[in-house]
């Protein structure tokens, strides 16, 4: 995963601490499910842990920027409508 330079370190490490309270208290950004699109009745099947590469400013002026790993947390939902397990991501997150 990894967020663009367009983000200050300081708002993207607030978007992960955001994120990491979210699926600590089971929140969930997709609202339906991505096969059957049942807009209901998940369980919570499983969280996992995922690397989020941030651009961030380098002390020197010289140096510019470098990429830092942050470990977040993916919570995975399982359909109790058609029992498809899925994960589900960050809405901040931008794909590689």
Partial sequence: MFIGSS?????VLSKIS?????????????????RCNQTSS???HDVRSGGLRV???????AAGQAVRVVRIV????????CRRVFT???????PL
């Fill in 18 to 34: 955001q994120h990491q309270q979210f699926v600590e208290a089971e929140g969930r950004y997709r609202k339906c499910c991505p």
């Fill in 74 to 81: 993916l919570a995975r939902w399982r359909c109790n409508h």
């Fill in 88 to 94: 589900d991501y960050p809405d901040f997150r931008t």
């Fill in 7 to 11: 983000d200050s370190p300081a708002s």
């Fill in 42 to 44: 998940f369980g919570r």
């Fill in 55 to 61: 651009l961030v400013e380098c002390a020197t002026a």
